[in-house]
């Protein structure tokens, strides 16, 4: 029973499949219509059985996504792009270039590089920097660390003018920044007027002003990157309210120019910000020269403020032996200018007053004593020796050691910082160079402690009115209550007199 009714079920299968090809092929007749039907009939049929047999889905597939390095790839392909005229231009101009291939065969003798593979693109990417402004100096700064991407920072220094032209932009845009926080000032005015509401009698410190760029803090122009070939960002000029606060915080970076940073003390700006306040730390404590390289020129006198802060090359300086450099800190300086607490190079007087200070004064009538003038601050000054460096928890500040002991004729010297890990620096007769590859955070020597809360401000004066007062006891109660029931029984005799008096005054008119 089994097998017949299987079989019957194939042949109604059959049966339904030939119905079915039959209709699609009389529907086909119909929108064709041939004239001769009946001959072409068996070629239909054919042609209808080849239509189901084709796969009917589509042999076009989703493109795979790029992956990182094709994407990364795509990007640094412009690095090798070569412009027209460009050999015409590096023969005849001088370029402010620098020979990167030579600092990075020196910095691989003391062990020190980012492979030559990267030093080739990091190359690449300071030659389309050179091409697309106008500057004088180009030097490659280093590397900086961050969680989800790194900063490639070079250092730069403009023409004469060619900076001016380039900063018009930024000014107009802090101009109209300024413009909208004095409408938002305008606007909480007005709604004060309707609504007053308490004002708060704290002062903040007076503001320290930023150095003008090309001097102190702001006296060279940084460009970063978070990878060859990607565009240049330059960062902008730092404050020393932004430098203050970078000395008191431990902030990893993430690699975001945008990205803000949460931080105590609260920091006042995003990550270009920080990383530009780190970058000038970095810069005044380890960029370091041979003695005698640099020096002073002698037609310029001391400034009066802050000592001298400019010095030229020395065209006679022959070099200091290896084995010298590599002995004694003595033979390396500073050529960075120091910063002090302000988070200047050169001191300001915040207490001189200006003449909205003295009529503010006036107004107010306050008749306090003057605070004494404060004592200017003067850091150690230029070209000073890496030997008169303070430690930190015993924890010397430099490490000075040869390349090699094996053949110290052809050895480097070079000195790396301790106090700012990821600092390094070498010497080989005239040539020297400084470089940073590191996380951008100094040694401290001892665990990170975050700077106290200060003490909340008062809500308001302390006053006999609003102190409250011990409770009395159970006699100075009875007291009371005895002293006030004699009052009350004077005051009724008084009132009782002063009756009987005005009635006799009646009776007698």
């Not at 022959?318 to 300086?333: D, F, K, N, P, T």
């Not at 190079?345 to 200070?357: I, M, P, Q, Y």
């Not at 200017?376 to 050691?401: M, Q």
């Not at 409250?468 to 009782?496: H, I, R, T, V, Y």
């Amino acid at each position: 029973m089994h097998r017949a009714e299987e079989r019957d079920l194939r042949r109604c299968r059959v049966a339904i499949k030939i119905y079915d090809h039959l209709t699609r092929v009389l529907i086909k007749v119909m929108d064709e219509r041939p004239d001769n039907a009946a001959d072409v009939f068996e070629d239909l049929s054919l042609e209808v059985k080849r239509s189901q047999l084709q796969d009917r889905q589509s042999t076009l597939r989703p493109s795979p996504e790029p992956t990182a390095a094709l994407t990364l790839a795509q990007q640094q392909k412009g690095l090798f792009s070569q412009g027209a005229g460009d050999e015409q231009e590096e023969g005849l101009v001088e370029t402010p270039l620098p020979n990167l291939a030579e600092q990075s065969f020196f910095f691989e003798q003391v062990g020190v590089g980012l492979g030559r593979e990267e030093t080739q693109r990091i190359f690449l990417a300071l030659k389309q920097l050179v091409d697309t402004h106008l500057l004088q100096r180009c030097r490659f700064w280093g590397k900086i660390l961050g969680t989800e991407a790194n900063y490639t920072v070079a250092e730069v220094e403009y023409r004469d003018g060619a900076e001016e032209e380039e900063g018009e932009a930024e000014e107009t845009h802090e101009d109209e920044e300024k413009e909208g926080e004095a409408r938002e000032k305008d606007e909480e005015e007005v709604v004060e007027e309707v609504d007053p509401l308490p004002k708060s009698t704290y002062k903040p410190p007076p503001t320290v002003p930023k150095e003008p760029r090309g001097s102190g803090t702001n006296k060279f122009t940084y460009f970063a990157c978070r990878e060859p070939g990607l565009p240049w960002v330059r960062l902008p000029d730092v404050t020393p309210a932004q430098i203050t606060v970078a000395r008191q915080i431990r902030k990893l970076f993430t690699g975001q120019l945008d990205a803000p940073v949460v931080s105590y003390p609260p920091f006042p700006g995003n990550e270009a910000n920080y990383l530009r306040a780190q970058i000038a730390r970095i810069s005044a404590s380890t960029q370091v020269s041979p003695l005698g390289f640099y020096h002073f020129d002698e037609e310029e006198g001391e400034e009066e403020e802050g000592g001298r802060d400019n010095f030229v090359e020395n065209l006679n300086f022959e070099g200091i032996s290896v084995q010298e450099m590599a002995e004694s800190l003595s033979a390396w300086v500073h050529h960075v200018q120091h910063i002090n607490k302000q988070g200047r190079c050169v001191w300001v007087n915040l207490a001189e007053k200006t003449e909205e200070d003295f009529e503010e004064e006036a107004e107010e009538e306050e008749k306090e004593e003057q605070p004494d003038e404060p004592e200017p601050e003067v850091g150690p000054p230029l070209l000073t020796p890496l030997s008169e460096d303070a430690e930190i928890n015993n924890t010397p500040p430099w490490s000075i050691r040869l390349s090699s002991h094996l053949i110290p004729q052809y050895a480097v010297a070079y000195v790396r910082s301790n106090l700012w890990p990821g600092a390094h620096a070498y010497a080989c007769g005239r040539k020297f160079e400084n470089i940073y590859i590191g996380w951008g955070l100094k040694f401290l020597g001892e665990p990170y402690t975050p700077p106290v809360l200060p003490q909340p401000q008062q809500a308001y004066p302390s006053g006999p009115e609003i102190t409250e007062a011990l409770d009395p006891s159970l006699e100075e109660e009875q007291a009371l209550k005895a002293a006030l029931e004699e009052q009350q029984a004077a005051q009724e005799e008084n009132e009782g007199l002063e009756a009987e008096e005005e009635e006799e005054e009646e009776e007698d008119d």
